[in-house]
């Protein structure tokens, strides 16, 4: 008998989403949360996941600040470049204090790398490279295992607005989602779904095929 790891555990999260085999149920996760609809070419994972160096370090039990570094790189979290934004997921199944500045420091620490990017930099009329036009949208969502939000609905979306007068920039530069997997009342289908194989590792006949194909991964 096979045995799956938990899509909740630092392990099982990132072998789930950030496997190279298992790109398009990455897709289907944006998609789903943030009704962003992309091709599978315009996805690249930048932190993939990766089963030998796991190996590699509990074998040889190396306690160095370098490999436990790399090893966290390695089972962390999952994050990709969309082409034209970038996304990130994070897994927090107990309270943490500080949890929301996390979220919010990972966020922004995204958005902020890719300023003055090489390659993706307009030019000036000058011939000189705009360093701010590398930046782009991040879209970044938080599964949690836990109530953090006083109200009832699972989902929560910020973005960047002015609530009194109902005006916002030119784009949405940072959107971060929080998804609270103890409470009813999903918005969507796919977002039960999603919500199901996140609490049980299974996924129902009529779930998605990429969420019925992940749980073999």
């Not at 990972?106 to 307009?122: L, V």
């Not at 009194?164 to 796919?190: H, M, P, S």
């Amino acid at each position: 008998m096979t045995k799956h790891i938990s899509p909740t555990s630092d392990l099982g999260f990132k072998k789930s989403l950030a496997s190279p085999e298992s790109k398009d149920v990455l897709q289907g996760l944006i998609g789903d949360f943030f009704d962003i609809r992309i091709s599978l070419d315009d996805i690249t994972i930048t932190s993939p996941y990766s089963i030998k160096v796991y190996k590699e370090f509990l074998k040889q039990g190396d306690g160095t600040e370098q490999a436990v570094a790399k090893f966290r790189q390695t089972i962390q979290d999952v994050s990709a470049d969309l082409k034209v934004a970038g996304f990130g997921a994070e897994i927090q199944l107990s309270k943490s204090t500080h949890f929301s500045k996390r979220s919010v420091y990972y966020a922004c620490d995204r958005f902020c790398a890719n300023y003055n990017r090489p390659g993706e930099m307009e030019q000036d009329y000058d011939g000189s490279f705009l360093r701010y036009s590398s930046l782009k949208p991040v879209y970044a969502l938080n599964i949690i295992g836990y109530n953090h939000f006083p109200d009832d609905k699972p989902l929560c979306v910020l973005t960047l607005n002015d609530r009194k007068r109902n005006k916002a920039l030119d784009r949405e530069y940072l959107t971060i989602a929080y998804f609270e997997l103890e409470k009813e009342g999903v918005e969507t289908e796919n977002q039960r779904h999603w919500q199901t194989y996140f609490k049980t590792g299974e996924a129902t006949d009529d779930a998605p095929r990429t969420i019925r194909e992940v749980t073999e991964i």
